[in-house]
């Protein structure tokens, strides 16, 4: 079945630490995004991709960055810059026209 | 720019009730309307995707509407179930087909 794949499903961080949030999927989509979830809150667009090896920066990018280097992976990193990266982040991609699939998300947790 | 307002934001019913949940938007020039659902700490599962030529959607007791000329897609629940208890939203494609997504409703279905 086509989906996709986000791991690890937990994370935890530690003060300073650069980690990175995995995302594949298998739909052949060209399209992929990452968002930010907080409690109460709606979602929020950190980066997104239309195509390969090009992406462009959503509303919150700072402290993050991604690549794409492969049609199928967008990975995200969260890094020491973001001061509060607790949080819910999911992924999402689709056809040009939309159509959106997501994963079951990464609970981010800095300790 | 295209603005998404769900209403209502909560709603508390007993099961058994027939329930019907809006989704408003500024900009009628869309292209498609789409449904989900997302269960406490879960991904977004996509519900119903109705295109902008189409007036609505089925699937199993949901039934989706699009009225463009109004500006309103309406998610009609058929006999409701405490499994139908979740956080629903609605997304449009925007520029560059980014996802405009609306707070959601929180329903909660109570035996």
């Known amino acids: 079945d086509g989906g996709i794949t986000q791991s690890p499903k937990y994370l935890f961080r530690k003060e300073g630490q650069n980690v990175t949030l995995s995302c594949e999927q298998n739909?052949?989509?060209?399209?992929m995004y990452w968002y930010r979830q907080d409690p109460g809150q709606g979602l929020r667009l950190i980066y997104y991709?239309?195509?390969?090896?090009?992406?462009q920066k959503g509303d919150i990018a700072e402290g993050y960055s991604v690549s794409r280097e492969k049609k199928e992976s967008f990975p995200l990193t969260v890094t020491s810059a973001q001061k509060n990266p607790t949080a819910f982040y999911l992924c999402?991609?689709?056809?040009?026209?939309?159509?959106?699939?997501f994963g079951s998300g990464t609970r981010l947790t800095v300790v | 720019k295209q603005e998404v307002t769900q209403i209502p934001a909560a709603l508390s019913v007993p099961e058994g009730e027939n329930l019907v949940l809006n989704c408003s938007f500024t900009?009628?020039?869309?292209?498609?309307l789409q449904w989900f659902r997302q269960d406490p700490g879960k991904g977004l599962t996509s519900l119903l995707l109705?295109?902008?030529?189409?007036r609505e959607q089925t699937s199993g007791r949901l039934n989706a509407s699009l009225d463009k000329s109004s500006g309103r897609s309406t998610l009609y629940i058929a006999a409701s179930q405490p499994g139908d208890s979740a956080t629903y939203l609605c997304?449009?494609?925007?520029?560059?087909?980014?996802?405009?997504f609306g707070r959601g409703t929180s329903l909660i279905v109570h035996p």
């Open positions: 999402a991609s689709s056809r040009q026209s939309g159509d959106y699939t």
């Open positions: 739909l052949n989509h060209d399209a």
């Open positions: 991709s239309q195509i390969v090896n090009d992406f």
């Open positions: 900009d009628s020039a869309i292209y498609n």
């Open positions: 109705i295109q902008s030529s189409q």
């Open positions: 997304a449009i494609p925007g520029g560059s087909y980014i996802p405009t």
